[in-house]
């Protein structure tokens, strides 16, 4: 698989205007504190930000029941006035909602990408895009994201999840999108283990080798505490300093930042277009140091 650094790997800002995210649930549900933040990470170089209004936390061993579902009104009301005043500070804005309706409330506000975490289940939310001509992201999921069986149960966990993003495709394409507004995302966290994610962010190539655009969303997800918690050459076990240092074998997602920038410059190093971030500034400069030294390397140094 070929890979490689893309020629510049951008980094789509995180705001999550929800009571319930597993990052930072309620700290931006003000429409104002999230109108905020959206501006501090376009200064701090976010190519997109990324605008939600319903937590998309899967339910499983790490988050119990999952998030909280809200009505098409509320999400709407949320995400509507965050979006607005964001795209008319210039910002390129992404709304990430599972819900035609609210689709299309963002996107008349000014949203330029549709970001859908269930996997394209819905054929009028590739129907609103398409009308909008906006760009579209698959992202890989199965059910409603559960990390638990029968969703973690792959018999070729690579060339399933790229089959099933294919199959996605196609119904995209049938709804009208054009294949160049489709991006893939690998669905790191999403009815995949830890182990699973990891495999599959190590993996970001064969992604951008299918000619689409990729997208990769791995900040604070729990996989990367989970595999950084365990000791070099024993696989599962906690290191003893993680235990030590939180009093949990896994840091929670504010102690995460280092495990979410190396995640960052894997994907950027295998040839993602974007990575996801609530760090911005870091992973900003972390990407772009990923995209100098590869030129370097390509061009060498006398």
């Known amino acids: 698989m070929s890979g490689g650094p893309a020629p510049a790997c951008a980094v789509w800002g995180i705001v999550n205007v929800t009571a319930d995210s597993f990052s930072d649930g309620g ?3 003000d429409p104002r504190a999230a109108i905020a933040q959206g501006r501090r990470l376009l200064a701090e170089g976010a190519a997109v930000i990324d605008v939600g209004g319903e937590s998309s936390r899967p339910k499983g061993q790490t988050y119990g029941a999952g ?9 709407t009301r949320r995400v509507v006035p965050v979006v607005e005043a964001l795209a008319a500070a210039g910002a390129t804005v992404s709304i990430d909602t599972v ?10 506000a000014g949203a330029r990408v549709v970001n859908d975490v269930s996997g394209g289940q819905d054929r009028a939310l590739f129907e609103v895009a398409a009308a909008h001509g906006a760009d579209y992201v698959l992202m890989h999921t199965r059910g409603r994201g559960e990390v638990t069986p ?3 149960r ?13 199959a996605g495709v196609e119904r995209a394409l049938e709804a009208g999108l054009e294949r160049e507004r489709v991006w893939l995302d690998p669905g790191l966290g999403f009815a995949k283990t830890a182990a699973q994610s990891g495999a599959l962010l190590a993996c970001t190539a064969a992604f951008v080798d299918t000619g689409h655009k990729v997208i990769v ?50 994907a950027a190093m295998a040839g993602a277009h974007a ?28």
């Not at 609530?278 to 060498?300: D, F, K, N, P, S």
């Open 27 to 29: 700290a931006y549900l």
């Open 154 to 166: 792959y018999a070729s966990l690579l060339d399933e999840v790229l089959d099933e993003l294919r």
């Open 67 to 75: 998030a909280q579902r809200v009505s098409p009104d509320e999400e």
């Open 275 to 302: 990575v996801r971030a609530h760090e911005v500034a870091a992973t900003v400069q972390a990407v772009r140091l990923t995209g100098a030294v590869a030129g370097l390397a390509r061009r060498g140094v006398r």
């Open 150 to 152: 029968p969703n973690t």
């Open 99 to 108: 819900k035609p309706e609210v689709a299309e409330a963002a996107l008349r």
């Open 217 to 266: 969303g791995a900040s604070r997800k729990s996989f990367i505490a989970e595999l950084a918690a365990r000791e070099p050459g024993r696989s599962g076990v906690p290191a003893a300093e993680a235990v030590a240092a939180t009093g949990r074998a896994e840091a929670p997602p504010d102690r995460r930042e280092g495990g979410s920038i190396a995640a960052a410059v894997i």
